[in-house]
């Protein structure tokens, strides 16, 4: 017998992953939502902040690409970021068209800061889980995405 034919989810239990998907989803960014909020900044700018933190020196047609975003709403998360003094760009060494992104020191505090919420809420449920339910969890999430996700990914962790 196939895998795929020992794996039969009824509708009911795919419902229920999609609930908990969701669920973890809110608890997961609740933390900082709040703390961007105080800001007046919003998911957009944590996806910014956090791309930009672990991929410096990326170009701005990168993070579109990562983001999944146009190049106009890009540009308003940018421009605040970088009147804010969290972000600064930096013209490319070889194509002097191109402008590289990093965080400014306060650029990587407020990261650490948004991120660790994050990192010790997976890490709890990591360690719960067990390494099995990691193992498999991380394959689920790879397996929902699509083939350009999981290229962009497998390139960024090649660097």
Known sequence: ????????????????GIELLFFAYRDFIGDPDRILA????????????????????????ELIELLGVTKQSLNRVLRQLIEDGLVEQAV????????RLHLTGSGRDLEAQLSETQRERLRRAYLDA???????????LHRMMNEGARRLLTTATER
């Open 92 to 99: 490319g060494e070889t194509d002097r068209r191109q402008r």
């Open 1 to 16: 017998m196939r895998a795929d034919q020992r794996l039969f989810l009824t509708d009911e239990q795919l419902r229920t």
């Open 38 to 61: 105080d800001r007046g900044y919003g998911r957009a700018h944590h996806r910014a902040i956090h791309f930009i933190r672990h991929r410096p020196g990326l170009t701005v047609a």
């Open 130 to 140: 067990g390494p099995e339910a990691v193992a498999g969890f991380r394959e689920v």
